[in-house]
């Protein structure tokens, strides 16, 4: 059975750092794109970050400059370093990928909570 799980989240002052972390198991042959996406209560979901399995990337405007997405092909695992976090990055984090099983399905992480509040 193919899993997604996140772990990292958590609650963070303005201005700290937190080190998201996606890890991928199953009987996978192998993943393509990867990435974090978030949603705020009473927002939709949205994408943070993404990641092709090369190592490019792309990113929301209000994650450049701050947030750096990374993966570990080794390891299937997907990171998203945080920093300088404002209290409008609260949200569930959720991690997303493209799995070759047989053909590509997408698949998604249950979330993560981060909240940034003083």
């Known amino acids: 059975q193919v899993q997604l799980v996140e772990s990292g989240g958590g609650l963070v002052q303005p201005g700290g750092s937190l080190r998201l972390s996606c890890a991928v198991s199953g009987s996978i042959n192998s993943i393509n794109a990867m990435g974090w996406y978030r949603q705020a209560p009473g927002k939709q979901r949205e994408l943070v970050a993404s990641i092709t399995r090369g190592g490019s990337t792309n990113y929301a405007d209000s994650a450049k400059g701050r947030f750096t997405i990374s993966r570990d092909n080794t390891k299937n695992t997907l990171f998203l370093q945080m920093n300088s976090l404002k209290p409008e990055d609260t949200a569930v984090y959720y991690c997303?990928?493209?799995?070759?099983?047989?053909?590509?399905?997408?698949?998604w992480g249950q979330g993560t909570q981060v909240t940034v509040s003083s």
């Open positions: 997303n990928a493209d799995l070759l099983i047989g053909a590509f399905y997408t698949f």
